[in-house]
């Protein structure tokens, strides 16, 4: 019995070591204990992100509208798709964008793989820093939640993690471009990180219209308001490379 309980007990801890991080996923929080985390940054200027690709059927079509805006972005890619799309990569970075680490696949996150874990970003920063010619900088863990073994990972790497300030929940079966713009103006604000989806690869199929019909009025909209759009090498995030040390 006292052997179970003991095993038992051990588990919990080790569960609760590698979920403990992912309690900055709940904005509040994540505003007081970590603003960089949160993607707060100079507050002339918004950082405009996407996740999840580079996808050849929808990417392309963000590509052209952010031109046409004269805006660029980061995105945080997915090294299985970049591996599969160089050329796109290699286009996004030829636009002005810049390109960040999302993981290698859009995985769930409730085992510890510590292993695992730093062999797949390892994976995705080559692919990034191929296809670039630069090391990446940020990292978002996919769905946002970062483990204990994603955090170390991504230390040892290099890689500052970045979540966001607001995001348009474009992913679902009911966004649409008014939707998304109400969701971005709860917390959309000067020094914000925009989080958006290029690709529906990890969402609703055809998602990705809302957030690409919702561009060129955050865009706008930001402007109006004095506010620059960009990169988040533009931002001025705080925090060093290996970034959000209150989430260990």
């Known amino acids: 019995m006292l052997g179970g309980a ?135 863990p996919p769905y946002g939640v970062l483990t204990a073994t994603r955090l170390r990972a991504a230390r040892s790497l290099g890689l500052q993690p970045v979540l966001w300030t607001a995001w348009g929940r474009d992913w679902t079966s009911q966004a649409d471009a008014e939707s998304v713009l109400r969701e971005l103006d709860r917390r959309l604000c000067g020094g914000a990180t925009v989080l958006l989806h290029d690709t529906d690869r990890s969402s609703v199929p055809g998602a990705w219209h809302s957030a690409l019909d919702a561009l060129p009025r955050l865009v706008m909209r930001c402007r109006a308001d004095g506010l620059r759009v960009g990169t988040l090498a533009e931002h001025g995030v705080r925090g060093g490379r290996s970034g959000a040390a209150s989430t260990s």
């Open 6 to 140: 003991g095993a038992a007990a051990a588990a919990l801890a080790t569960a609760a070591w590698h979920i403990g991080p992912a309690a900055t996923w709940l904005p509040g929080l994540r505003r007081v204990i970590s603003p960089a985390l949160d993607g707060r940054g100079d507050p002339g200027h918004v950082a405009l992100t996407f996740d999840d690709g580079p996808d050849p059927r929808t990417t392309p079509h963000f590509l052209r509208e952010l031109d046409r805006l004269g805006a660029r972005a980061t995105f945080f890619v997915l090294g299985s798709q970049l591996e599969r799309h160089p050329e796109l990569g290699r286009r996004i970075v030829e636009g002005g964008h810049e390109l960040a680490v999302h993981g290698w696949l859009h995985e769930k996150f409730w085992r510890p793989r510590p292993l695992a874990d730093r062999r797949d970003l390892a994976r995705t920063v080559d692919a990034v820093e191929r296809t670039s010619g630069r090391r990446p900088r940020w990292y978002r």
